[in-house]
DNA sequence: GTCTATAAAGAGATAGAC
DNA sequence: GTCTATCTCTTTATAGAC
């Protein structure tokens, strides 16, 4: 199972450094902010030249964006469960502090994609909801092994952590002085019998 | 002192009527994604008949619009102190709930302005800043009055409970179905002997 | 105070040459 | 695979009539 080659493997490459160049651009301003021929010029190109590797347009190019890093991120979690999950949950935290492109990416995004109308609404309530079912899984597991507090009501507690994170990386965007991790940390341990 | 008359009680009117709906379409898509037409034409005008109004453009009717918000948001927390102005927060997240045009307003542009190349990006830090600066004011005012744990550090603790308020208001306006005051009063709660 | 007309810039998309 | 050229639409902003 060789990879492609000869043209598609050129091809190929090409499609890949434009989504990083992409994700970027796409990075400091958003989607509807950002024009396709930004991104063309970052990587040398020309906006035809560029859509030429997307069929569909700006809109493949974001969803082209929001795949690649999608399946990144789900490694950390991978597999984990319970209160190993919840520990990833910090581990993810405390990386997203080296990575504000990602970061603003996702903040930016997630708040214009409210917009029902909004190209990527879908796309971001789907995400919203699949984050929140594996942290509600998570805390249910605890509780089973008799972990969690008795008056916590899972999903309520998996919303509340998930409001936590996004509103700290909200405020750590804007040039506050916070420790996403350790935050996330301690807010998580109030629904504990045992502090992480 | 009676307010203006004639020719300038009309102008007046018509610029509040602006705003008016300059906020209701900003609300929906932000600032970026809107154009000043989408809004004339939303106020019975043209582009130009509006323009008339705000001479600095475009960015004049958005600091036109938020100026007349966050002037309608003071009065809910003017003059209350400690566990008081703790309390209010709780009241203020329970009117967000009613009040999706401005939760979605301020979502939406906090985001986007977090690119400190966005017109309205030093409103946006200013805002945070004195809302953190408040809070922390009030629970530095809590334990002065024995009411705060001992472990809690006033300043980091202000910024987590804006977090909150911020994200639950993100997962809100996706459709999740969160108790906002409810979850907010719960989280300042843990920093607290007694809870609210 | 509001309009029409228009300028000047920029968007995304397509056709077709090479 | 990438380009130039071009279309069509939309943006903000200005000039000037009424």
Redesign the pocket.
Known sequence: MAGPRG??R??AD?RAQIIEAAFDVFSRGGYTA?????I?RAV??????????FAG???ALLEAVLDSRDKKAENTLEGRTGRDFLAGLIEISRAQAGQRGVVQLYTILSAEATDPEHPAHDHFRERFERIADAVTAALEETRDAGGLRADVDPRTAALSILAMTEGLELLWLNGFDVDMAEDVRRFIGTYLIDPL
């Open positions: 043209e598609y050129k091809s090409r950002t024009s396709v021929n930004e063309a040398g190109m020309t906006q035809t030249g560029l859509l030429h590797h347009g700006k809109l």
